[in-house]
Nanobody
Framework: QVQLVESGGGLVQAGGSLRLSCAAS????????IGWYRQAPGKPRELVAA????????NYADSVKGRFTISRDNAKNTVYLQMNSLKPEDTAVYYC???????????????WGQGTQVTVSS
């Protein structure tokens, strides 16, 4: 099994920044990529960003390109999501997911963290 634990959420004003962390443990050889998803009330869960195990491949949703940066520290088995220029519409529960890249696209497996709330006030 793969365990994923998120941290770093909170309340921030519009224009501010937050950094989320996703610490992976357990049978991490089952996955070779990590994705960040978010889910706002009444909306489907959406992929925000993903990164391969090497860090060379990344994907971003159009809505966050230029504002969010995904990175990883393999020595710590941790993936980060740096979120800058936050907007009220970024408000959601953010989830870490384990998966893989296939033909340049991120495919998530059923490995999820518990989620961390991000609230952006206007």
């Amino acid at each position: 099994q793969v365990q994923l634990v998120e941290s770093g959420g909170g309340l921030v004003q519009a224009g501010g920044s937050l950094r989320l962390s996703c610490a992976a443990s357990g049978s991490t050889f089952f996955i070779n990529a990590i994705g960040w998803y978010r889910q706002a009330p009444g909306k489907p869960r959406e992929l925000v960003a993903a990164i391969s195990s090497s860090g060379y491949s990344t994907n971003y949703a159009d809505s966050v390109k230029g504002r969010f940066t995904i990175s990883r520290d393999n020595a710590k088995n941790t993936v980060y999501l740096q979120m800058n220029s936050l907007k009220p519409e970024d408000t959601a529960v953010y989830y870490c997911n384990g998966g893989r890249f296939h033909s340049g696209s991120y495919l998530g497996y059923d490995y999820w963290g518990q989620g961390t709330q991000v609230t952006v006030s206007s």
